[in-house]
């Protein structure tokens, strides 16, 4: 893979949603979510799956390559636009399967998307941690870990939902610095994935700092982002919760591209705008209906670092 697209992958792999709804199973701990509205099962499916579709032909036109996966909710899977959380893909030739919080997320995992990558690209090991769900021990993807591809950290909003001995033995057997902290919304609760207050792109970084809770950390998070050349641009609570955090840098065919939702582009400030349009087109992708699950484009795009056969 080229050095310059180790961040911001040429590639992903997306989830059709037949069946879409919002999960009963994380509505708990996932205080983004927000119960539908008086508006049939069939119709809410429906207009998840016209997002879906439109967020697929937009991404195409700026040159990445998407691999979609159809979920007709066979397996009662009301998650499954959001596949980042059980596997991630490594320059290297390398795939990861985490074990994940909620049964019906489990139930995501699927052979077929990984024997596509592995007949696509080059892929030399795949290493399964699914496993350690029976001893209630969870590790969910690039919702629970932000990576920088260019300097091997991951960071990672500490939660139930980011083990941190699973975390560890990731790191270890992936290259990465394991940078665990804890974290507090504006009412003081926890964070539940890291993805919803970070994304870090090629040339800059979009965090909440303030959700950091511990000041040491919050300052070791900073300085670690800003001595990597990164611009930090500092998100607030409302703009985290406008998903303006759960971002993802892309390379397409004239260049970088940072695929979000519209509400959160909206949510951005004009030298916020600036600063990311120095060095990536912005791709704001419409979907309020699959946002009312608790995530946005960042959960819907797994993407793929691995090099074309």
């Keep these: 893979m080229n050095y310059r697209n180790v961040q911001a992958p040429t590639a992903v792999v997306m989830v059709r949603p037949h069946r879409f709804s919002v999960n009963a199973e994380t509505r708990l701990d996932n205080a983004f979510q927000v119960s539908p509205r008086e508006h049939s099962v069939d119709l809410i499916a429906s207009a998840a799956r016209e997002e879906f579709d439109s967020c697929v032909d937009a991404l195409v036109a700026t040159g990445v390559r998407v691999h979609v996966f159809d979920d007709f909710g066979q397996f009662d899977t009301p998650d499954s636009v959001f596949p980042n959380n059980w596997f991630s893909t490594h320059a290297g030739g390398r795939i990861a399967i985490y074990p994940m919080y909620a049964p019906s997320r489990r139930r995501e995992r699927r052979s077929d998307v990984i024997e596509l990558l592995k007949s696509t690209y080059r892929v030399q090991e795949v290493i399964d941690y699914s496993g350690l769900e ?8 690039t919702g629970a870990m932000v990576f920088d591809h260019l300097e091997r950290v991951a960071y990672v909003a500490s939660s139930h939902r980011a083990d941190p001995v699973i975390l560890e033995r990731f790191c270890t057997a992936f290259g990465y610095e394991p940078m665990a902290f804890p974290t507090a919304d504006a009412h003081g609760r926890p964070i539940y994935h890291t993805n919803v207050l970070m994304a870090i792109a090629t040339e800059y970084a979009l965090v909440c700092l303030a959700a950091i809770s511990d000041d040491a950390r919050r300052a070791e998070v900073a300085g670690r982002l800003a001595d990597s050349g990164r611009t930090v641009l500092d998100l607030d609570f409302g703009q985290v919760g406008d998903f303006a955090g759960n971002a993802i840098e892309l390379t397409g ?9 519209a509400r959160a582009a909206a949510a951005l400030t004009p030298e916020q705008r600036a600063v990311i349009e120095a060095s990536a087109q912005l791709l704001p992708l419409s979907i309020p209906t699959i946002e009312l699950a608790g995530g946005s484009v960042r959960c819907m795009l797994a993407g793929v670092h691995l090099t074309p056969r």
């Design 253 to 261: 065919r004239d260049g970088r591209v940072l695929a979000l939702s």
């Design 134 to 141: 029976y001893d209630n021990l969870f590790l969910e993807g």
